[in-house]
C-alpha cells in the first residue's frame, strides 16, 4: 500500500481503476478504497499529506458579496456558490423560501415531468443547480433563488440545435430612440419574469437529474434515484433556452397584432385605435427585457394588462444593452451613453485616475505602436502573455463603445482590434490614453 501511495498530490480517480505511481488502485479492494474520499464531488487519492491540486483547486469560485443599505446600516452578505453553502448560510431559512418560490414557479409551469432512468439508458443525462443572489427592495433584504441546468455538457443535435436568443442590433436600438425623440413617444422598460419556463422545447429530448433538494419518488413508488427529469419548458442554462424564447414570444406578437420590422425582427410595431385615437407602440427585445417607446398611455396599459406573460412595468427606460438612457420629454431630447459600463470597465482595468486629452493617443505612443508594428519579432513571448488578457478586454470596451454610441473611435477600434494576434505593452498603453477621450461627455442627443 506503501508503494501505491507514494508521492503527496491529490489525484483525480477515474472510473473503478487509477493508476498511480508503482501500481494501481482497484476501488473493490477495501484496502485501496479507504486511500479514496470525495471532495466537491470530484474521487481523489490522498497520499499521507493533503496538498491541494490545480484541477481541484478550480472548483472553487470567488465569493461574491452584497453591500447592502439597511435601516440599521450597511450590510456585508456573502452570497452562497452554492446548495451547500446555501444550507449552512446565516440567512438559510429565507434562501429555504427562495427555493421553494422557484420551485413552485417550476410547477406551475409543468417545466418537467419524472420519467425512469432505464428507458433512457443511452441519453446523456445533464446536471441541475442552484444559483443565489441578494437584492435590496424597499430597504430590505430580498432572497434570490434560481434553478439552472448545467448546459456546457449539452450536446448540439440532441440537446439543441439553434441557442441565439432573440436580441434587437445595436443600430435598431438607436433608431428606435430617434423615433421616440422625432414622434415624443414615451420611453419605457419592461420584464418578463421567469421568462425562459414560459416557453416550450421543440425538437430535443432534454433529461436531468432531479432538482437538487427536491427528489421526489416516481408516480409508482419508484426509488427517487431511479427517476430522472424530462424538461417539456426551457431553463436557464440550457442552450436552446433563449432561441425557443424569443421564438415563442415573437410569435405571440404577432398575432397581438405587432409585426416585425422587415430590417430586424426583434422590433415591433403595434398600431392601435383606442377610444377613437389612433396610437403606435414600438418595441425593441432584448431576450427577457423590453424597450417599449408608446404615443399613449392607454395603448401601454392594454399591452401590460392582455399580455398572457405578467410583463413588469420597469417604469422610465434608464439602460439598454449596458448604454444609459434619459429622456426629457418637454424637450424633446432622447440621450444615449455608456457612462456606467465606461466606468465599470475602468474599475475592471484598474483606470481609477485618467487624465484629460484632446486626443484618443499621442504621437510619441503612435511610433511605438508602429515600431512593434513593423517588427512584431520584438515582443517576447512573456510580454505577449502578459498583455493579452488585458487587451482582449481592452479591444472588446473599445469595439462596443465605437459600434454603440461612440462612431468617432472606430478607426481607434479597428486598430486595435487587428492587432489582437501579437499585443505588446506599448499596444496595451494605446487603449488606456483613448479611454481618456472616453472620460469627456459620452451622452449623444438625439
Not at 155 to 174: D, L
Amino acid at each position: 500500500m506503501d508503494k501505491k501511495k507514494s508521492g503527496a498530490s491529490l489525484l483525480p480517480v477515474v472510473g473503478d481503476l487509477h493508476t498511480v505511481s508503482g501500481g494501481t488502485l482497484d476501488l473493490s479492494d477495501d484496502e485501496d478504497s479507504a486511500a479514496v474520499f470525495e471532495l466537491d464531488g470530484v474521487r481523489v487519492v490522498y497520499n499521507a499529506c493533503v496538498v491541494t491540486a490545480p484541477s481541484i483547486s478550480k472548483v472553487s469560485r470567488p465569493v461574491k458579496v452584497r453591500f447592502l443599505q439597511t435601516p440599521h446600516g450597511t450590510r456585508r452578505l456573502e452570497v452562497p456558490r452554492g446548495m451547500r453553502e446555501a444550507m449552512l448560510h446565516e440567512r438559510s431559512a429565507q434562501l429555504w423560501a427562495a427555493m421553494q418560490r422557484e420551485m413552485g414557479a417550476q410547477r406551475d409551469c409543468c417545466s418537467f415531468y419524472l420519467v425512469n432512468r432505464s428507458d433512457f439508458a443511452d441519453a446523456t443525462v445533464l446536471r441541475l443547480a442552484w444559483v443565489y443572489d441578494f437584492k435590496q427592495v424597499d430597504g430590505d433584504v430580498f432572497d434570490k433563488a434560481r434553478l439552472i441546468g448545467l448546459g456546457n455538457h449539452a450536446v448540439e443535435g440532441e440537446h439543441f440545435f439553434e441557442k441565439t436568443a432573440g436580441v434587437a442590433r445595436t443600430s435598431s436600438v438607436r433608431t428606435v430612440l430617434a423615433v421616440a425623440a422625432q414622434w415624443n413617444l414615451t420611453l419605457s422598460a419592461g420584464d418578463v419574469p421567469t421568462a425562459y419556463l414560459q416557453s416550450k422545447l421543440h425538437n430535443v429530448v432534454i433529461l436531468s437529474e432531479q432538482v437538487p433538494g427536491f427528489e421526489e419518488e416516481g408516480p409508482n413508488g419508484e426509488r427517487p434515484s431511479s427517476m430522472l427529469a424530462r424538461w417539456d419548458r426551457s431553463l436557464y442554462g440550457w442552450p436552446p433556452s433563449g432561441f425557443e424564447w424569443g421564438v415563442e414570444f415573437c410569435e405571440w406578437l404577432t398575432s397581438y397584432g405587432a409585426p416585425p420590422c422587415p430590417s430586424d425582427p426583434k422590433v415591433r410595431v403595434l398600431r392601435r385605435r383606442i377610444s377613437g385615437v389612433d396610437m403606435v407602440m414600438l418595441f425593441a427585445l432584448h431576450v427577457d427585457d423590453l424597450l417599449m417607446a408608446h404615443s399613449h398611455p392607454a395603448i401601454h396599459a392594454a399591452f401590460l394588462r392582455e399580455n398572457p406573460y405578467k410583463i413588469k412595468d420597469l417604469g422610465a427606460a434608464r439602460i439598454i444593452f449596458g448604454g444609459d438612457i434619459g429622456q426629457d420629454l418637454t424637450a424633446g431630447i432622447v440621450t444615449l451613453g455608456l457612462s456606467t459600463y465606461l466606468a465599470a470597465a475602468a474599475r475592471r482595468l484598474e483606470l481609477t485616475e485618467t487624465a484629460h486629452c484632446d486626443m484618443p493617443t499621442t504621437a510619441k505612443l503612435l511610433d511605438a505602436c508602429r515600431d512593434v508594428d513593423a517588427d512584431p519579432s520584438g515582443v517576447s513571448e512573456a510580454e505577449r502573455a502578459e498583455v493579452t488578457d488585458s487587451y482582449y478586454v481592452c479591444c472588446g470596451v473599445l469595439l462596443y463603445t465605437a459600434t454603440f454610441v461612440r462612431p468617432d473611435l472606430a478607426v481607434y477600434a479597428q486598430y486595435a482590434s487587428t492587432r489582437m494576434h501579437c499585443p505588446s505593452y506599448a499596444h496595451l498603453a494605446f487603449v488606456p490614453v483613448s479611454y481618456t477621450n472616453l472620460t469627456l461627455p459620452t451622452n449623444r442627443e438625439v
